[in-house]
């Protein structure tokens, strides 16, 4: 029997008992994504490197980290779980199949979401920085994502006074004053799944 190597794309766990793939087949084959639309990341401790040949061949080896980069940035906002469960629950199942330890929050304007604490930060110029992250539950995930982040860290990444029109919206977020709310569309007509909500996070810090 030949032995399995382990490696992760967006924190996704994949067990394969090859030693090689393509940069376009570990897109389309594993992170189910478009290569035309994005590309993938290499993280090797906190050295990046962009895979920009699909058909470069890596050679695969155990606890190997990948991201995926969405090419086309993340417009400013004016399988892994059973498929009966939806909304809040879901969103918790699929993050603790990731890897995450995500808790939900009644907030103080009533709704609901979910924050991962001690998040780290991958990509961009706050690459390293590790801050909580969190984002509106809505009732019917996946079928629905909310169209922003919100974050608290200490110092901020970015103040409200840092918006600039069609580049980042900045402004208070409904889970308090330390907290900053991001307002940012989706891409949701794909693969609809925490893993790739997590994957186009990682290319707004990217873009930031």
């Known amino acids: 029997m030949k032995n399995e190597i382990v490696f992760f794309i967006d924190k996704q766990q994949f067990k394969v008992t090859v030693t090689e793939l393509t940069v376009k087949q570990l897109l389309e084959e594993y992170a189910k994504e478009d290569p035309s639309e994005t590309t993938l990341v290499l993280k090797n401790g906190n050295e990046l490197t962009k895979l920009t040949d699909l058909n470069q061949s890596i050679e695969l080896k155990n606890g190997m980290k990948f991201f995926v980069y969405h090419n086309e940035p993340t417009p400013v906002s004016n399988g892994p779980a059973p498929v009966s469960v ?114 186009q996070i990682n290319t707004i810090f990217e873009a930031a």
């Open 86 to 199: 939806y909304g809040p629950e879901r969103i918790v199942v699929e993050l603790k199949e990731l890897g995450y330890v995500p808790e939900v929050v009644q907030a103080r304007d009533e709704n609901q979401y979910v924050v991962l604490k001690d998040y780290v930060i991958e990509l961009g110029r706050f690459a390293g920085r590790v801050i909580d992250l969190a984002f509106l539950a809505t009732a019917d995930f996946p079928r629905t994502v909310a169209s922003a982040i919100h974050i608290r860290a200490n110092p901020q990444l970015y103040e409200k006074s840092d918006s600039v029109p069609n580049v980042r919206n900045i402004t208070e977020s409904g889970l308090g004053p330390e907290w900053r709310y991001w307002s940012k569309n989706f891409c949701w007509n794909k693969e609809r799944s925490m893993r790739r909500l997590l994957s």
